[in-house]
């Protein structure tokens, strides 16, 4: 059973400063995908890591994937009160084939920047 | 292009009767997946459907079911509720295929009391 472990759950931040939230899992995929959610809304897409190596970057968030370590960074610099979020990591199990399989999330990094 | 959608988007039920949420994907997609989001579970994945047919299912009772119709709208359906079954319900669809990002709708809350 796949297992997907995310921390901090709670990060209490002030603006300007760099923080990293980690994503480890714990069996074999090369499909790691980042979104956020506002309290009360939907998830949105943030990013999607599909090889070792990867790395992406969106305005102050940039996220990594280390398919070998099983492990993916969300990183934020010079945080600011608009990054404000729950932040969820998901891995595709992957059954092979063609299509999306179920995602498995993590529990989610609740982020509180203050200024 | 629209989003993702679903209805309603609010619902109170009481404990033993069924219900049914609706979901309508982005034009295009072909691949619809729900999610059940709690405080003390977190997301957890329901099922997933494309072109109509189940191709993967959570660890979820069989009071849960879903289908898709051709037009890639889908319903899920749970029957007898308990308490527990209160949560956001969450619909995903993406073009159905490998390596491709899900993108949520706003969710059906669903209150049983």
């Known amino acids: 059973e796949l297992k997907v472990e995310q921390n901090p759950l709670f990060l209490s931040m002030q603006e300007e400063k760099n923080y990293t939230i980690y994503c480890n899992y714990s069996?074999?995929?090369?499909?790691l995908y980042w979104y956020r959610q506002d309290p009360g809304k939907s998830l949105e897409s943030l990013f999607v890591?599909?090889?070792?190596?990867a790395v992406k970057q969106e305005g102050r968030l940039m996220a990594s994937l280390d398919t070998k370590a099983r492990l993916s960074t969300l990183h934020i610099t010079a945080a600011v009160h608009d990054l404000s979020a729950t932040y969820f990591c998901a891995v595709d199990a992957g059954k092979g084939g063609g299509g999306a399989d179920g995602l498995t999330f993590g529990k989610g990094t609740h982020l509180i920047i203050q200024p | 292009k629209a989003g993702v959608t679903q209805t309603p988007r609010y619902l109170i039920k009481t404990r033993g009767q069924q219900v049914t949420l609706s979901c309508s994907p982005i034009s295009g997609h072909r691949s619809v997946s729900w999610y059940q989001q709690t405080p003390g579970q977190g997301l957890q994945f329901l099922f997933e459907y494309f072109s109509e047919t189940q191709r993967n299912k959570g660890n979820f009772p069989g009071r849960f079911s879903g289908r898709q119709f051709s037009n890639s709208r889908s319903e899920m359906n749970v029957s007898t509720l308990e308490l527990g079954d209160s949560a956001l319900y969450l619909c995903a669809s993406s073009l159905g295929l490998a390596m491709d990002t899900q993108y949520f709708g706003p969710g059906t809350r669903l209150t049983v009391l």
């Open positions: 069996t074999t995929s090369d499909r």
């Open positions: 890591l599909l090889s070792n190596g």
